[in-house]
């Protein structure tokens, strides 16, 4: 196995880390960085399938500006659920 399948192969496993954590927190606030962090990871996974122009849209809409616009509407709301 090469250097960059195991680059690839790590980052992939982040993105499908990334994503179950973002499915099982129940603070919106984490569940807003542990998308971030997704975003992160798929914009690097994209620079590595060679689309440096895929990886910056992603990056600076999915993991700035979005994340900036969840954390935004979350301030509105309760920070963590009620309990019943």
Do not use: C, W
Not at 3 to 20: D, E, H, N, R
Not at 50 to 75: N, S, Y
């Amino acid at each position: 196995m090469t250097p960059f399948l195991l680059l690839q192969a790590l980052v992939l496993l982040g993105l499908v880390v990334t994503a179950v954590l973002i499915i099982s927190f129940k603070d919106l606030l984490a569940a807003a960085i542990a998308f971030a962090a997704f975003s992160l990871l798929l914009s690097l996974e994209f620079y590595l399938l060679q689309a440096p122009d895929v990886a910056i849209a992603e990056a600076g809409i999915g993991a700035g500006l979005t994340t900036a616009i969840f954390i935004i509407a979350i301030r509105g709301t309760q920070r963590h659920e009620e309990k019943n």
